[in-house]
C-alpha cells in the first residue's frame, strides 16, 4: 500500500491527507524523528540516494517511507517549544554519533548517487565481519546514513 498506514489492520490513512493527530495516534513501536537545517533538501538527498518517498514536505516537517518503514523530518523552527531545541550543537554535525542504518540499498549503488550530489563519504562500500556490506555517506546535516546488504 503505497502513501497509506494502517491502524489495527482496518482503518487506512492516506500520508498525503492525514492529521497530524491522526498520523501522531498510529505510531507505533520505535520511531526515528530527525531535526534538519532543512527539511526540502533533506528529503531530496533521501530521495536521491536511498530512494524513499517523501510526504507532506513543507519548511517544517516531512513524513518519509522506507519500504515499510515510516520516519519524521522536522525543522528546527517546527521544534519552538520542544526541549531538545535547546540541546542541538551550535556548530554541526548535529547528527554526531547516529547511524541510520538503511538495510535494504545497495551500498554501491547509494555511493554513485551520493557521489553525484558531493555528499561526504565516509567509509567506501566494505565487507564488514558481521555479516554485512555497508558504506557510511553524511548528510549535510551530519547524519550517518549506513546502506547496507546482507553478504
Not at 492525514?18 to 528529503?43: E, H, P, T, W, Y
Request: aromatic share 8%.
Amino acid at each position: 500500500m503505497t502513501n497509506r498506514i494502517c491502524l489495527c489492520h482496518t482503518d487506512c490513512m492516506n500520508y498525503e491527507t492525514v492529521s497530524a493527530g491522526d498520523f501522531g495516534k498510529s505510531l507505533r513501536g520505535i520511531g526515528l524523528n530527525l531535526l534538519v537545517s532543512d527539511v526540502i533538501a533533506q528529503c531530496r538527498f533521501l530521495e536521491a540516494v536511498f530512494e524513499v518517498k517523501s510526504h507532506r514536505v513543507s519548511t517544517d516537517f516531512a513524513i518519509v517511507t522506507y519500504g515499510d518503514h515510516v520516519f519524521q523530518l522536522h525543522s528546527d523552527g517546527a521544534y519552538h517549544s520542544n526541549p531538545m531545541l535547546g540541546i542541538l550543537p551550535e556548530n554541526p554535525p548535529r547528527g554526531g554519533g547516529v547511524e541510520i542504518r538503511m538495510f535494504e540499498t545497495d551500498p554501491e549503488d547509494a555511493v554513485a548517487r551520493a557521489k553525484a550530489l558531493n555528499a561526504v563519504i565516509l567509509q567506501e562500500p566494505t565487507d564488514k565481519p558481521h555479516g554485512l556490506r555497508e558504506a557510511y555517506i553524511l548528510c549535510e546535516n551530519g547524519y550517518a546514513w549506513v546502506p547496507s546488504r546482507s553478504l
